[in-house]
């Protein structure tokens, strides 16, 4: 009898005090957070004054994602992209891409870089079309990619005239020539965007 009593005595007393909760809330101290983590991001950009007008917006991009919270580059990476314009991007588990509006700057190999303010990333598969705020300015042409296109480009396009050089093939009809180079003219002086 004195060994049952001595048990019981050691058994923890029963917490009856209750959390604080939100009024009308029906829940009783628990808060839920979560993070989602990008894994795939899939966006369309036309490269500008293509020939054919349709199917012709291959190019090579750099995608980057500046985090709105710290204003940092926290992703980066060069993609192609297909004839339709389209380029998936497939992010490791360990990206620094934080949930919430960020910056996206898209550069393409011969094109000058376009910022996408305030792009939503909330979902672990993201899916961007860029194209619905125009084209990609060609003419950046010059190994220096710079992102200002001057007589550096020019020269470098007309060195590479009657070529099918990728960089300099600015309207995409696999030929560089006049057609290209007054692209290139009309766009001189212009600069990339920044964030």
């Not at 019981?8 to 983590?37: D, H, N, R, Y």
């Not at 011969?110 to 300015?137: A, C, Q």
Request: proline share 5%; with cysteine; aromatic share 10%.
């Amino acid at each position: 009898m004195i060994f049952f009593v001595f048990v019981f005595s050691l058994l923890p007393e029963k917490e009856t005090t209750k959390q604080p909760t939100p009024e009308g809330s029906g829940v009783e101290g628990i808060s839920v957070s979560a993070s989602i983590k990008i894994q795939e991001i899939a966006f369309k950009v036309y490269p500008e004054k293509r020939i054919p007008k349709s199917g012709n917006w291959d190019t090579i991009a750099d995608f980057n994602v500046y985090c709105k919270k710290t204003g940092k580059k926290c992703f980066s990476d060069t993609i192609s992209t297909n004839n339709e314009g389209i380029g998936i991007l497939t992010l490791n588990p360990g990206n620094k891409i934080t949930s919430g509006n960020n910056s996206v700057i898209i550069k393409g190999i011969s094109h000058l870089s376009k910022v996408y303010p305030n792009v939503p990333f909330i979902r672990m598969y993201e899916n961007y079309d860029f194209t619905v705020f125009g084209d990609l300015l060609a003419g950046d042409t010059h190994p220096s990619y710079d992102d200002f296109i001057n007589s550096l480009d020019i020269s470098t396009l007309i060195n590479n005239l009657n070529s099918n050089d990728y960089v300099s093939d600015l309207n995409g009809d696999s030929f560089v020539n006049s057609l290209d180079l007054s692209i290139q003219v009309y766009n001189i002086s212009r600069t990339g965007e920044k964030v």
